[in-house]
């Protein structure tokens, strides 16, 4: 403001004396007069000069507020934007996951148990078709399906020769699935047969099958059995390798 003074009060009193000089006519102006409008005028400067600059604190204020907001929202875009941005790849995760596990699920999900072939045929039972494909459900460990295609061939044609072998499979269906009570039962059957190839194989079953559940008295007198009854076979020395280990 001092600057301002003393750029404006040599053009002050310029102005002043040209003033006095061009109107002759007027009455001439003392120089108390002159100083005392120079201060009015200077004070005037003075008043004017702190308006101003209060209103260019303002000016500076507002523009510090302007842009402290648009700090705060660009901020806030950017921060929304990367929530939404996390969001969106979160859910883009979750769903490759349940992608990944539906696929898992579908490639461990078993595939639907095949039956065994039924050996009605339009010209009547085919008794051997029906035991093989039984036999065959049995080495693929398919048991529940073995018991189907045994039960079919004892229920049509249950003096068929192979009727017999039928009845001591179904036990090793039982027997291979923890269901002892069932093989000792389905075993104990094939002695109902006159004659049998696997009367031998049915006694080591049965006393195997007493192991099983516990009856080791049961077991050892079905064991001395088989090597009693049918000496030379290879059931009769496989009940002695048991009674052995029995300590018979």
């Not at 009455?27 to 200077?42: C, E, N, P, S």
């Not at 004017?48 to 510090?64: F, H, K, P």
């Not at 036999?135 to 004892?154: M, N, P, Q, V």
Request: proline share 3%; charged share 25%.
């Amino acid at each position: 403001m001092n600057n301002v003074r003393k750029c404006l009060v040599p053009l002050l009193l310029t102005v002043l004396a040209f003033g006095c000089a061009s109107s002759g006519k007027k009455k001439a102006v003392t120089a108390d007069q002159q100083a005392d409008r120079l201060t009015a005028m200077l004070e005037q400067i003075d008043k004017n000069a702190a308006a101003i600059r209060e209103t260019q604190g303002d000016v500076e204020a507002l523009s510090q507020r302007v842009t402290g907001i648009e700090s705060r929202i660009n901020t806030g875009v950017t921060d929304q934007t990367a929530s939404v941005q996390e969001m969106k790849e979160n859910i883009a995760f979750m769903n490759d996951q349940i992608l990944r596990l539906d696929n898992s699920i579908r490639s461990r999900r078993p595939m639907p148990r095949p039956q065994a072939p039924s050996a009605f045929k339009p010209g009547g039972f085919d008794a051997s078709a029906s035991y093989k494909g039984a036999l065959d459900e049995y080495y693929a460990r398919r048991y529940e399906s073995a018991i189907s295609g045994f039960t079919e061939l004892l229920t049509v044609a249950p003096s068929h020769d192979l009727a017999d072998n039928s009845q001591y499979w179904i036990g090793e269906c039982y027997f291979a699935i923890g269901k002892f009570n069932e093989a000792l039962s389905a075993f104990g059957k094939v002695f109902d047969f006159t004659k049998s190839n696997k009367f031998a194989d049915a006694h080591l079953k049965i006393g195997l099958t007493h192991l099983k559940l516990g009856s080791t008295a049961s077991a050892k007198d079905e064991f001395a059995a088989v090597v009693s009854t049918y000496p030379g076979t290879s059931a009769a020395k496989y009940a002695a390798e048991n009674l052995s280990k029995l300590g018979e």
